[in-house]
């Protein structure tokens, strides 16, 4: 429905992002059905229309189906009128990907991060940046703008506070890489990415009430209520990962102890691997993926590891399920890797320890995106931001 009131240059942009929202989601569409589903009256439509044609963010396409009269001619989202740029900066890894509009995967970058200060994670970040940005094709708008999921709190100025398994604290990489680049940029919490990732193109998209858990060197949790992202008052919602499931227990980076992450991520995983004493295997060689293939190999020492693991990855799933009742859990990240080994403890746990009324029609599964879910999202959030800053 179209907004009447208030100043006109703001109703004009609220209409004509509702136009190009619909484009997007419908697609094709014709003008008078944007017409009819928005309440826009035909002249406005056609106007707006117009406009979005001429900053090449729509196309016509061939006419479609007649209902009587004369075809009506379609019209397409242009998904190639820029491209974005989306970064998962794991602490063990850094994932880059240019994607269209619309968030299609284009290309993308997976590259092992061995160090851990922040000027040399930096230099190594730019360089990948720009190696997207030079495989990206010509387009009206080029680069839109390029997101980064980060592994710590992130404040709504772009600023990464503290980010424990780097030691970092008062980072401002949203300053460093606009400098370099010129380019909008948004920092989002990797949780919080990868769970927008998943609620648009993912396990999640039917979902309103969500929770992504993000496990790899640590644990994130990113929150979808109502169908929005939940970030908190300032922008810190989301680190289950150091809540206490053990009194006196593991010393944690925060400087906390006993924290989930210590007992259930990628890390834990790979320091209990480490105690086995696993023949021909060596710290350089010992990985997720190396143990999910010794578990098949019927390797009883990994397969009660990831058990371990899987029951305390659940130990901190049924505090979450029991705090927010959502109807969705999806578990992302490095972890998807040992799916097959970790659904039958967590499943277990669960049925024996979650409330009945909180398991029904709650639905607990591992990411379609798997190890892309905060890559895609916060290149979805920089599109966004494009779209809404774009149109006059």
Known sequence: MSIQTGNHQLVKKINKNLVLDMIIHYAPISRADISQKSGLNKGTVSSLVTELMDEQLILESGPGKSSGGRRPVMLLFNERAGFSIGIDLGVNYILGVLTDLKGKNLV??????????????????????????????????????????????????????????????????????????????????????????????????????????????????????????????????????????????????CGSSGCWELYASEKALLDEAKRLSLPNVTEETLSIELLDKLAKQGNEDIINLFNTIGTYLAVGINNIIHTFNPDKIIIGNRLVIAKDWLKKPIEKFINKNTMKYHQDQLDISFSKLTTYSSALGVSALSIESFLKSSLN
């Open 108 to 253: 993308e970058i997976n590259r092992k991060l061995n160090v851990r200060t922040y000027d040399e994670v930096l230099t190594f970040l730019k360089s990948i940046i720009q190696e997207l940005m030079q495989a990206a094709p010509k387009s009206p708008y080029g680069i839109v703008g390029i997101g980064i999921g980060v592994p710590g709190l992130v404040d709504h100025d772009g600023r990464i506070l503290t980010a424990p398994n780097f030691g970092w604290k008062n980072q401002y990489l949203k300053r460093d890489i606009e400098n370099e680049f010129n380019i909008p940029v948004i920092i989002e919490n990797e949780a919080s990415a990868g769970a927008y990732g998943e609620k648009l193109y993912g396990a999640g998209n039917d979902s309103n009430h969500m929770l992504y858990v993000s496990a790899g060197i640590g644990i994130g949790v990113g929150i979808i209520i109502n169908g929005e992202l939940y970030s908190g008052k300032e922008g810190f919602s989301g680190e289950f990962g150091h809540t206490i499931i053990q009194v006196n227990g593991k010393d944690c980076p």
